[in-house]
Structure formats: C-alpha cells, structure tokens
C-alpha cells in the first residue's frame, strides 16, 4: 500500500482498472507516449537554450577556480578544497577526470549545461509521480526556460549539478514511499550524500525532506515497511557524510564573514524574492518599474503557487510546500550566525517551488490559466534573450588581449589580489604568454583580500627591481576601491597608462625617470 496518496500515474483509477480492455489499453499507451515525446522535446529545447553561445563569455573567477583544483592531483585537490573553499569536493573531482577532454570554455561549462537540460525530464517524472502529468509537464516547461537555471547550467560550477542530485533524491525518494522497493532506498541516499558532498546548500533541502517525510510517515498507518526504508536511508546518508564533518567545521571556521552574519529584514526580503523571483532574475530594468514589477511578480507567482497548494492538500502538498519553503527558513537561521544569505544556495527549492506553481495555474480558471502562463514564460524568454546579451562576469579574456598587444614578451605582470591569478593565467597559458605573479598571499578571504605585509611590499619590490616597467592588474573593484598595491606604487612610480575592463583595471607603471 502507498503511504504518499497520491496515483503513481495522471490517469483515473477506473481507467486503470479497466486496462484489461486491449482497445483502451492501446489508448492509455499510446497517451504515455505523447506526453514521453513532448518531454523529449522540451529537453531538446533546454538543451538548446543551455549550449547556445556557451562558451562565448570569458572565464570568471570562481569557473578559473573549479578549473585551477580540477587540474590538481587528486591528493592536492582535497587538501585545496579543505584550505581554500567552503565547498564539498566531489564536483571538483569529478571535473578532474572530465578535464582530460580539455580545458577550453565550452568543454568545462559542458557538464553543467547537460545536467540542466537533463533535470527537465527528472522533474516531469517526479512531478507525475506525486502530482499529474499535465503539471509535471507544465512545470518542466517552466523549469525550461528560467533564466535563474539557464544562468547557472553555463557555469562551470557545480549548482546543476547539486539541483539535479536534490531533485533525484525526492524522485527517489518518492518511489520508495510508494514502492517500497530497497532498490529506490538505496538510489535515494546515493543522490543525497553526493548532492552534500557537492554543495553544502544540500542540507537545507535535504533537512526540509527528512522533515516533511517525518511528517507525512509519522501521520500514515500503514507506513511501517515504507518508514524501515527511508530510515535505514537517512542512516546510510549520515554514516557516508560524517567523515566530511571534520573538514565541514574547519571550513565553516574561516568562511563567511561577521559583519554579514545576521539575517536583517532586508536580506530576507532579497531571499524571498530571488526565491520566487527565479524566473527572470538576470535582466534589467528601468529603476523606476523594477521596484513595483519586482513587487507584482512576487506576490502574484506566491498567491498562485499557495493556490496549488491549496489544491493538493495530501501528503504530496505538503512535501512540495516544505520543499519549496524549509530551505528558505533554514538558509535564514543559519545565517544568524554565519553570513552565507546565497541565494544559489537555494537552487534546489525551485524545483518544488515550479510544480507546485504549474498546479496553481492549472486549478484557476482557462483565461487566468492562458494569461498565467504566457505572463511566465514570456518574461522567462525576455530574461533569457537578455541574459545572452549581458556582457561577462568579469572580462579576463579581454584583459589578455589588451596584454598581448600593449605588454612586451617577459613583462612583469602583478596581481592586486591572488585570487584573480587562476582566471589571469588560465588566459596567458591560452595565448602562449608567461604566467603572472601576485602581490597578495592566497590566502583564504571571503569579502575583502587579506591586508598586505611588509613582507608582501619586499617581495614585490624584489620583483620589480632592475625593470623599467611594469604592470599592475586589480581585480574586483568591489573589493577594495583602489586595491592595495595600487598606491604603494602609485607613491614610487609613474603610472604610464591604465585600461579598464568589467571588474577588472590594469595600470601600466614606469620608472620616474623613463617617464
């Protein structure tokens, strides 16, 4: 018996009753098959909408990172990961192997634009699983077209990655409620404990389904065969994390910094909305419409999402509900304490979050419905189409090229912050010139760079001494407004020229007397 009431099909239960009738059977066949072909479908256009212009935008920092510890031997990649992010490893070591393909941008964000368009028909078969086809598949389509994931999917990062591996663990999950087969036991907890060790955002998913399983199993007569299962596999996630946890508390240690360790109401209201606001939150807006459409948006996509809700009131309402809101709350503690308000990290929570808004539409009447729907997936197209048209995160690739016409071959090239010499190198090595030097220590730091020591001015000067010139490259600006080293040699030198790009400046110093 099902401890989740719902049908494990979109079908009345009188029409699968009644399957022995061949005629009606071949129906019932051939009706899967079309909803099959129309999720292939929608992968294809996700697929599309993933790899187009791919590998157009420069490498930014955090993909030089992920690209920097995937080149690492296996050994020195975990004891990176442990000194210098507060991330799990097990994206890193997976793109350690991928990297033997190559390197290139295409390449490195591949992976992650594949697991994005293969999410699409995991959430339709999850979605069918505890709602009904059309909603699954509405909601497919909306997960189809998201800026929010598009963005993220052409990365080389490990956020597809950590919302597929989420989504898979309530698939899983869910079979094995209904099922109780060991097998989907088993495939449960293997998603889970890799969705941890990819990103530690995982926990706040996965504490909110172990919460709302809790629930539903705790309220469910017949659930004791279903309730032994799950058990044993929220054992086995705990036993395969727990050699993470002392790592986790010494990266928890340094990460984050204390200024930004609470959670103010207005950090909340940016969680909220860039929750809910997942569809299109990468396009402009003039300043005077943002405020108000921003406004609009939210409140319209939270009434509809509450009226799906609403509309299944079931255990499977209630896990999408938690699902879609726990992280939230969860994130919003933590950060009482430790200042990590990310809203990639609630990645995941979307994924209910777009069911149980296709539910919603689906429940109101067919001209709301039609005027819903177009709303959404017209203002998801506009936000994709503007996000293709954003210009790089940061523009190393046209730092280099500005390098490899106005800089002489065995140019001195300082970095302001050592954090910009993995995306900085990752284009020289591409173009064939030498690799810079820093003038900070990677030292771990999360909202400003570690403060130079006279040390760190000894060395530079070391490296400057007996040249006529050289180069200065600040990354970041955000950071620190005229870095470190900028005025340190702005007092002993002659800047000769400077050259702007998107968060990143590069000044051309001379000695005095060659000016």
Known sequence: MRTLTVPSRSLPAGLIAVATDHRLARQVRLASQSWTLRVLALTLVSAALRLYRLPDKSIWYDE????????????????????????????????????????????????????????IPLLYATGVRLVSRPAAFLAAALLTVAPFHVYWDQQARMYALLGFLCLGSTFFLVRALQDHRPIDGVAHAICAVAALYVQTGALFYLTAQAAATGMLLWRSVPARAAARLWIASQ????????????????????????????????????????????????????????????????????????????????GSGRLLGVLAVGPFGLLALVCCWQGILLPKSLLPATLPLYLLLSLGLLAVRRVWFVAGLLALVGLSLVGVARLYSLGPEEDWRGAVAYLAEASQPGDLILVDTSAGLMPLNYYLEREGLPRAVHGVPFRFWSARPPSLTEEDYEQAEDLIRARSDFWLLVFRVGFDADGQMLPYLRAHYTLAESHALTKIRLFHFVEPSTK
């Open 64 to 119: 030089a990172f992920s690209i920097s510890l995937g080149q690492l031997p296996m050994l020195d990649l975990l004891q990176a990961v442990i000194r210098l992010d507060p991330h799990p490893p097990l994206y890193y070591a997976l793109l350690h192997f991928w990297l033997r393909i190559g390197s290139d941008p295409f390449v490195v964000r591949l992976p992650s634009a594949l697991l994005g368009a293969l999410t």
């Open 235 to 314: 054992v086995a996630v705990v036993l395969l994390f727990v050699p993470w946890l002392p790592a986790m508390a010494y990266q928890s240690a340094i990460y984050g910094d204390p200024g930004y360790a609470r959670t103010s109401l207005a950090a909340l209201e940016g969680l909220v909305r860039d929750l809910v606001f997942a569809w299109v939150p990468f396009w402009r807006l003039p300043p005077t419409l943002a405020g108000p459409l921003v406004a609009l948006l939210v409140i319209g996509v939270l009434a509809i999402s509450a009226r799906g809700l609403w509309a299944v009131r079931h």
